[in-house]
Structures are given as C-alpha cells and as structure tokens.
C-alpha cells in the first residue's frame, strides 16, 4: 500500500509516446500494486503470533532507511535545498512513521480485507487537505465523488459486526482511516520536494526521518516469538515485507510515472484491494463477503466520479 510516490506530478503526461514504455510503465506500477495488496496479508499473518505491530514497524522504517542509504552510495544524489528540510522531517516523523504504524496497528483488530479497502481513501483526503490548507476550490463533480467514496468507507465500518470481534474490527477500520490522513499529510507535504529531487535523494532521508520514531519501537524486541522459532516462513514474510512494498515498489513507480503518467498510475491503487484479497483468501486469513464487494465498488465509483470531475475543471481552467 505504499504508493506515495504516485503523486509526484512531475509529469502529467507520460514520459514516452512508444508502445516499449507504456508497457514497461503498466508492468512496473502493476507489480508494485501486487506487493502493496499482498502485503496487508502477510503483515496481517506476523501480526501477533510472530511479531507486535511496533516490530513490524520498527523492521519496515529501519530497515527502508538501511537500504535507501546503501544504494544512495552507490548512485549519484544531489543536496536537499534549505527550504524543503522542514517538509521532508514533518513528511518522515509525521507523515511516514504515522501511516506505516497506525497501518501495521490497524492489521492487529481487523481484517486484511477491509483495511484493504480503506487504504483506497488517501486520495480523498489528499482533496479535502487541498482544500483546508491550500484552498483550492475542487468542482461540485469532486466533492461528489469524495461523498461517494466516504460512503462506501461507511459501508465498512457499519458492516464491521457486534460483539467482542466485531468491535475489535471495527477499531482496527478507524485506525486505518487515521493512518490515511496520515498518508495524505505525506503526500501533501512532500508534493513540492518530490517536483525538485531524485526518489532515493529524498527517500533516504524521508526515511532516516522516521527511522528516528521508530528506534523505540525496538523495546522489547528481543522478546518477540518470531527471534525464538526455527521456522523459516515468518522470516521469509518478514523479508517480503522489507524488501518487496517497502524498498522495490518505490523505485517501480518513479518509471512508472514517467512512461504512463500520474493519473494512470493512480488509477492502479484501487487494484490493491483485489491482490489483498486475493493473498488473504489463498493464505486462509479472510473470506471475501458481499458487502465487502459492494464497498469497493462504492469507493471506486466515487473516485472515477472526483478524477472526472478534475479533468473538466482542469480543462475548463486550460480554456481560459
């Protein structure tokens, strides 16, 4: 789930017209999305028989940081100006640390599927801080479609069931809309730096920036089961998790945004709830219901209606 990269507007347009880049374009934000929707199920099967939410984290954040700085050895990366060190510490300690732990957080109440579906929303709220902050004034269409989407998030949360089970899961939907905003903040903040810099540029210190947090999420590390078993398969998740949606997937995206473009490479996050369905079916951690189809569709139904009403305000804008 970790697509921050995709709202780089560096190009609204994609960076080549040949059939060569569209392809390697759609292949590179694909297999990123398929690492982010598989990874809400097995960070959901660490979490809590091998390792806490707070290990998960402190794994994730620490060892990003880790990677970012070995290959920025090894590549050529430029300074980060004055005025861009405020947004990118708010966009590491604030932005990052707080999504990726209320994310991991909310995978210890609820079910992989439904936060899967929340984790479509930080695009909504990336509008409404727009609006708050920037004062930008989206069309009657968008605020439409934030409506629409909002509903289907509602549609979650009242299908998240009574008794002890339910209320767990249901405080495990509110923590991953709180992780949300969090990933909106993110994405605000960063939006001007991500303009100027090259992604590991930015990214080894956005991450070192909330490596920092995460260092006390080492307490009681030592105690974890998963430091006191010999098998292999919580090692092998624990290393996806690493690896795969934290460090590949963002150096998949930045291609990706210069051969499609920023707006097709959004459109392929509201796949992550499929891949994440589809890994926690096959892995036996969640059945698909209904009401959980039914949500998606609400969701992204409101999102084609915002995109649509974007286009024609940008277009009416263009015309004048």
């Known amino acids: 789930m970790d697509n921050s990269i995709q709202n780089n507007q560096t190009s609204g347009k994609g960076g080549g017209s040949g059939v060569g880049k569209f392809l390697v374009g759609n292949a590179c934000i694909l297999i990123s999305t398929i690492f982010w929707g598989v990874n809400v199920s097995v960070t959901k099967a660490l979490i809590p028989d091998w390792m806490s939410s707070e290990g998960v984290t402190a794994v994730r954040l620490i060892g990003g940081c880790v990677l970012f700085w070995i290959v920025s050895m090894f590549m050529h990366c430029g300074k980060i100006g004055r005025q861009d060190w405020k947004k990118i510490i708010l966009g590491g300690t604030v932005g990052l640390f707080g999504f990726i732990y ?55 949360i009242l299908a998240a069931g009574g008794g002890s089970a339910g209320k767990d899961n249901l405080i495990g939907i509110l923590i991953a809309i709180a992780s949300c905003i969090c990933y909106a903040f993110y994405l605000v903040i960063l939006e001007g730096p991500s303009h100027t810099y090259k992604p590991v540029t930015m990214l080894r210190w956005v991450f070192l920036f909330s490596a920092l947090p995460a260092l006390f999420l080492l307490i009681g590390f030592d105690k974890m089961p998963i430091l006191r078993t010999s098998e292999i398969v919580p090692w092998i998740e624990i290393g996806f998790i690493l690896l795969c949606p934290t460090f590949i997937a963002y150096f998949l995206v930045q291609p990706a945004i210069k051969d499609i473009g920023s707006e097709m490479v959004s459109i392929y996050q509201y796949l992550l709830p499929v891949f994440a369905t589809i890994s926690a079916v096959l892995m036996g951690l969640d059945r698909l219901k209904w009401i959980q189809v039914a949500a998606m569709v609400i969701i992204v139904a409101g999102m084609v209606l915002t995109n649509v009403g974007k286009k024609r305000r940008v277009a009416a804008h263009s015309g004048h």
């Open 102 to 156: 209320l994310f991991v957080m909310s995978l210890k109440y609820a079910n992989p599927i439904d936060v899967s579906i929340i984790m479509t929303l930080p695009p909504l709220f990336v509008i409404l801080m727009g609006v708050i902050f920037l004062h930008r004034r989206p069309s009657k269409l968008e605020y439409l479609g934030i409506v629409v989407s909002f509903a289907g998030a509602a549609v979650v």
